[in-house]
């Protein structure tokens, strides 16, 4: 690299981004020894081993008390050192320091186009996806048994999502995606939450990759998780150009132990992900087949003295009223997949419609879930007819989308 890229100037622009406990921490995982520790004053580091000798080893300065005077200095001309050691420049040294809190969910994909393009659906539709990977995870890591909709879970999942998950820098390579998890946040459980939400989805894509070898012994002791994930993976081959789809995992260093899923990139073609999208839709054909009175049944309202607790005792079924169909018409602001809607027998595809009246919850099929993400691409309204019902507070339409050319099916049911 140019000799002027490692001067310290080019490096004081990353001084608010990154602390002096981050560097130290940085520097022992990265095979530097501590050599001394002036306490709230500096630590000196000796860089590893060389293959020309020990004796050539050299020693930097890290500052660590931000109140005095030539402390920017100081840094900066640490900092340099260190995109000199690395061959870094500015931007590349923070990312190789900012890798050692998070770990990485990496999306490749190779572009079929001449033009060394891809779809601007196309990268839509992966990071919806990868979103909603890590959201099911999320959900699965805080409660595997999904049994309960308390507000501590949906909080706690929610937080997670919206402060601890970032998408990363586009890296050297084909359309590279990386969905970032953050692992050290601080020294509570919320440090290694990202690091289970992240391991228990290496597991699932690593299981799911094993179907296309022996498909015929998968059965209904599937779990949940893989279920859902697969359908987000089959949802990836509608988008245009799609060719292959690589998917690895980066495992920070600031937690030890990383898990030993996922060491070599997975490699999801067309073959895999038809498979994939066989055995979920052979898993689900019996919640399909099921009688449409036993779906369209609802339990009576419980005794006064059992509201908010589980009863297994029976309850005769009341037929619910039926409500007059309503057609509403918005911009698509939110998709995504709640699984938990097929332990009802219904699609856990949902979109939601922003209209005069206020947002619509639209429960929708997978087809009719592709077509919003492209209307909403495009910037165009969505149209739903079906009744509408309050539900778990908010407007909720059960129905079908409006598509040009498309004749829902008679007496659908999502």
Request: charged share 30%; net charge neutral.
């Amino acid at each position: 690299m140019n000799g002027e890229l490692f001067e310290p100037g080019a490096f004081r622009a990353l001084i608010p981004s990154v602390s002096p406990s981050l560097i130290s921490d940085f520097l022992g995982q990265s095979g530097w020894t501590l050599a001394e520790r002036r306490e709230g004053l500096a630590e000196y580091w000796t860089e590893p081993d060389s293959s020309d000798g020990p004796g050539d080893r050299y020693t930097v300065l890290l500052p660590l008390d931000e109140e005095m005077r030539d402390f920017k200095r100081r840094l900066a001309e640490l900092l340099a050192e260190l995109g000199a050691h690395f061959n870094d420049d500015a931007s590349q040294l923070f990312q190789r320091i900012s890798r050692m809190s998070w770990d990485a969910l990496i999306f490749r994909t190779e572009s079929v186009d001449t033009d060394d393009s891809v779809s601007l659906v196309y990268a839509t539709k992966m990071l919806d996806v990868g979103m909603e990977m890590m959201r099911l995870s999320a959900l699965y890591t805080f409660d595997p048994h999904r049994s309960s909709r308390s507000r501590k879970k949906s909080s706690r999942v929610r937080d997670y999502l919206q402060e601890d998950v970032r998408l990363g820098h586009t890296e050297r390579g084909s359309f590279i995606f990386p969905i970032l998890s953050r692992v050290g946040a601080g020294n509570d459980s919320g440090s290694t939450f990202g690091r289970h939400v992240m391991a228990n989805l290496a597991q699932s894509l690593e299981r799911i990759h094993r179907w296309s070898d022996d498909a015929t012994r998968f059965r209904n002791e599937t779990p949940p998780l893989d279920l859902a994930i697969a359908k987000q993976l089959a949802s990836v081959t509608r988008a245009p150009g799609f060719d292959r789809l690589n998917v690895s995992f980066r495992w920070a260093a600031i937690l030890s132990d990383p898990p030993v899923s996922s060491r070599v990139p997975l490699v999801f073609d067309t073959q895999a992900i038809v498979t994939a999208r066989e055995i979920t839709r052979r898993l689900q054909e019996p919640q399909r087949t099921r009688p449409v009175d036993e779906i369209t049944r609802d339990p009576v309202d419980r005794p006064a003295g059992s509201r908010g607790w589980s009863s297994h005792a029976p309850r005769p079924p009341a037929l619910t009223t039926r409500v007059p169909e309503a057609r509403v018409s918005g911009r698509v602001i939110s998709l995504g997949l709640d699984d938990r809607s097929t332990e009802r027998g219904e699609s856990p595809y949902f979109i939601v419609l922003q209209t005069a009246e206020g947002d619509v919850w639209v429960s929708v099929t997978e087809e009719e879930h592709d077509f919003a993400l492209r209307a909403r691409a495009d910037n165009e309204s969505v149209t739903a007819v079906g009744a509408v019902t309050d539900q778990d507070g908010r407007r909720t339409l059960r129905g079908a989308l409006v598509r040009p050319g498309h004749r829902p099916s008679a007496g659908r049911r999502l």
